[in-house]
Structure formats: structure tokens, C-alpha cells
């Protein structure tokens, strides 16, 4: 058997402190463990919201003076993790809250999926979705895939409902 799921990500960063308030406080996330591994200032490993992963993020100090990441502009790399949601109403509470730490850079409309766009104070780029879910697909959500849309949750949260599961039937099992 191949490789079937990412099981979780890890992150240099500068401060622990402040990027683990930002995931707890902002993402929901919780931290689960600490330690200090040889070459780095600490480490903190935190687990999402609902998971029942050992770990779905693990966090590495490399200090204050650490440079932002050229991934993208100047060097190969990873360009950003995506995390899913459940619900409409949990996107729309997520922007708010990606709002208010002033870490909201973008929102779009993928047509199958529903997503915002976030920076850590690292300036690390993050991506939250929700997916409609599988019964819910049809040609006008199939055909969008082909461009990006800016995403309109009012819009998105009438025709599909705030609290409709996403990704049963595709990510997550029926």
C-alpha cells in the first residue's frame, strides 16, 4: 500500500511563543508537548482541533534573527499547508478570526472548495478550506475549478448551508 495521507508538518520559526499562541488562539490548535532538541532553542508540537492525530504540527526555534522564507522568490519550496474545516459557519468564524490577527491575506473560490488564505507571524502562507461534499457536487461547482474565484460566503453559506458538513464523500468517509 502507497502513502495515503499527510500525517502531520513541521515549521521552523522564530519564536515558539508567539507562534504557539498564534495557532492556539487563532487556529484552535492545542499544544500538546514541549522539548528542546540539540540545535534549536525548543520545540513545540500541537495537535488541531477535533484531530485525533498524535500530532498535526510541530513547531522548531531557530531564533529572533531567522530571515523570512524565500520559498517562491529566490529558492524551491514548500508554498503552504492547507487545513479543512467542517462547516461554512467555521470558515466564516476562521476569517473573522484571521482577521482580527490582521493574518488574513486572501479568500478564493475554487468551485469544489471554499478556501481563505492566512500568513503566521512568520509570515509562513497557510490555507483553510471546506469541500463540498460529494453529494453536493454538481456542473456548475465542477466547472469553476477551472478558474479562481474571490470567494463570497454569504453566497456560498445560502446555497450550501452553514452547517453542512464538507468533504463527506471526498476526504472524509461517508
Do not use: C
Not at 66 to 72: D, K, R
Not at 101 to 112: F, K, Q, R, Y
Not at 129 to 144: F, N, S
Amino acid at each position: 500500500m502507497g502513502i495515503h495521507r499527510l500525517n502531520h508538518a513541521v515549521l521552523y520559526v522564530r519564536s515558539i511563543e508567539e507562534s504557539v499562541a498564534f495557532y492556539r488562539d487563532v487556529l484552535g490548535f492545542r499544544r500538546i508537548e514541549e522539548m528542546t532538541p540539540d540545535g534549536f532553542a525548543g520545540a513545540a508540537f500541537l495537535r488541531a482541533p477535533g484531530s485525533t492525530n498524535d500530532h498535526d504540527l510541530g513547531l522548531f526555534e531557530i531564533g529572533e534573527a531567522a530571515g523570512p522564507s524565500l520559498a517562491g522568490r529566490q529558492t524551491v519550496g514548500l508554498y503552504h499547508l492547507a487545513w479543512e474545516v467542517d462547516t461554512l459557519g467555521e470558515l466564516e468564524a476562521t476569517a473573522a478570526r484571521l482577521s482580527a490577527a490582521d493574518a488574513l491575506v486572501g479568500a478564493s473560490d475554487h468551485g469544489t472548495t471554499k478556501s481563505l488564505y492566512g500568513k503566521d507571524p512568520n509570515g509562513l502562507e497557510f490555507e483553510i478550506v471546506w469541500i463540498i461534499p460529494a453529494d453536493l457536487l454538481d456542473d456548475e461547482a465542477l466547472d469553476k475549478r477551472k478558474r479562481i474565484s474571490p470567494l463570497d460566503l454569504t453566497k456560498e453559506k445560502a446555497r450550501y448551508g452553514a452547517d453542512t458538513r464538507g468533504g463527506v464523500g471526498i476526504s472524509v468517509p461517508v
